[in-house]
T-cell receptor, first 113, second 114 residues
Framework: AQSVTQLDSHVSVSEGTPVLLRCNYSSSYSPSLFWYVQHPNKGLQLLLK??????LVKGINGFEAEFKKSETSFHLTKPSAHMSDAAEYFCVEAGAGSYQLTFGKGTKLSVIP | DTAVSQTPKYLVTQMGNDKSIKCEQN?????MYWYKQDSKKFLKIMFSYNNKELIINETVPNRFSPKSPDKAHLNLHINSLELGDSAVYFC?????????????FGPGTRLTVL
């Protein structure tokens, strides 16, 4: 069974500093990987997705993620945090050939003014 | 226009009651889903329908019964509500069942069982 591990349940950064949210996936085949963001009391919005094309994926709002097969990682980064980035972030995997999503447990990002 | 909508947004009810949550998507998608998000924010799929047919039914009590009257709607009916059913329920849809296909999520329905 697939599993997605988000290594930090809570990350706190100062405004204007870099963001790193870590994610490891489990699939030994070529998975599809996503990052979704959930703002307080809102639904989930897709930030970016990886589907075996370029290993560095650019998403919305300045976020990007790098697929590293050797490390089974798909970490999310942003060069400079903004207050509006404060939210819950979910790393999500779909196994090879599958549309069924497996969610990580989420990382809450706090941005300090 | 809202792509995936759910009603109601909040639902507070007593144990033992029966309730329904409605979901509609106007994206023309073939596949729809229900997810449950628990108090620790963990999301887990419950059901998936493709062209009105059930294709995923995870380990969910049979008190939960999805119904898809047409491709644009997937409603969730819950019988004999229990305290543990309190959660946020998200509806989602996708164009197809292909790998890497983006799922579009509704705003969620927060169910509180007293």
């Amino acid at each position: 069974a697939q599993s997605v591990t988000q290594l930090d349940s809570h990350v706190s950064v100062s405004e204007g500093t870099p963001v790193l949210l870590r994610c490891n996936y489990s699939s030994s085949y070529s998975p599809s990987l996503f990052w979704y963001v959930q703002h307080p009391n809102k639904g989930l919005q897709l930030l970016l997705k990886y589907t075996s094309a370029a290993t560095l994926v650019k998403g919305i709002n300045g976020f990007e993620a790098e697929f590293k097969k050797s490390e089974t990682s798909f970490h999310l980064t942003k060069p400079s945090a903004h207050m509006s980035d404060a939210a819950e972030y979910f790393c999500v995997e779909a196994g090879a050939g599958s549309y069924q999503l497996t969610f990580g447990k989420g990382t809450k990002l706090s941005v300090i003014p | 226009d809202t792509a995936v909508s759910q009603t109601p947004k909040y639902l507070v009810t007593q144990m033992g009651n029966d309730k329904s949550i409605k979901c509609e998507q106007n994206l023309g998608h073939d596949t729809m889903y229900w997810y449950k998000q628990d108090s620790k924010k963990f999301l887990k799929i419950m059901f998936s329908y493709n062209n009105k047919e059930l294709i995923i039914n995870e380990t969910v009590p049979n008190r939960f019964s999805p119904k898809s009257p047409d491709k644009a709607h997937l409603n969730l009916h819950i019988n004999s509500l229990e305290l543990g059913d309190s959660a946020v329920y998200f509806c989602a849809s996708s164009q197809s069942q292909g790998a890497g296909v983006e799922q579009f999520f509704g705003p969620g329905t927060r169910l509180t069982v007293l």
